[in-house]
């Protein structure tokens, strides 16, 4: 994000917070209208991450405890709850719950905007593939994340959310392919979601990964006449 979004954002935010805040007379109040806020426009559970674990957010609470303000119910993938308090969560970057929580940060005088813990990486924990995330009945989009002999690591498109495919052609796949597979069957292994199937098609498709291109940076043009090569000996 460059600084003229971020600061974009940032006047957004003020907007958003005197919404939420307009009729309130005491601190408890707006408490409860950030609480509110949250209830009516992200809609739960949604998928976040505490301290990089990858957790599921069944609700946001206010207790009336101004000392503790907003708390997240949290439940973790072998299904224990925790409570922590809602600045410790970090929602997916562009999402309700990502802005609200940049709102209730600024409230609360933390900086708004924190490392995108939300975004994986080949060292952080994904969210894995739920059974209701696929239909069995219909085609799935995939996107290849790592191609072995036998399985592919793949996440949904359009979602962060990881599952294992086990079908017949990965020799021809390539990481970063979104693959269409026909669904035979679906289950867990050690915790782990797999997928059969199928594999319909693969392409490339940049709109579809929502890739941002690389920035360029303008540095003139460079004549190799003029460029000190050292000395000739």
């Known amino acids: 994000m460059n600084r003229h979004t971020r600061d974009d954002n940032l006047a957004d935010l003020d907007g958003l917070i005197e919404e939420i805040i307009v009729d309130t007379y005491d601190e408890s109040e707006q408490l409860s209208a950030f609480q509110q806020a949250f209830e009516d426009d992200v809609p739960m559970p949604v998928d976040a991450f505490v301290i990089g674990e990858p957790v599921s957010v069944i609700a946001i609470l206010y ?10 119910r949290c439940r973790r993938e072998d299904g224990s709850e925790h409570v922590v308090a809602v600045p410790d969560v970090s929602f ?64 949904l498109l359009y979602s962060d959310r990881i599952i294992t495919l086990r079908a017949s052609g990965l020799w021809n796949l390539v990481p970063g392919e979104i693959v269409t597979v026909n669904p035979h069957k679906q289950w867990r292994y ?40 050292g000395e000739e000996d």
């Open 63 to 72: 207790d009336g405890n101004e000392r503790r303000g907003l708390t997240a």
């Open 190 to 229: 050690g915790g782990h979601p797999y997928l059969s199937g199928e594999i319909e098609s693969a392409r490339l498709d940049v709109a579809a990964l929502d890739l941002k291109p690389l920035r360029l940076q303008e540095l003139g043009i460079w004549n190799p006449d003029e460029h000190y090569w």
């Open 92 to 155: 997916p970057q562009g999402s309700s719950g990502a802005r609200y929580l940049a709102a209730y940060r600024k409230w609360l005088g933390l900086p708004p905007f924190i490392a995108d813990a939300s975004a994986p990486s080949s060292r952080k924990r994904r969210h894995k593939a739920a059974a209701g995330d696929i239909n069995l009945d219909e085609q799935v989009g995939l996107v290849a994340l790592s191609v072995k002999e036998r399985t592919a690591r793949c996440r």
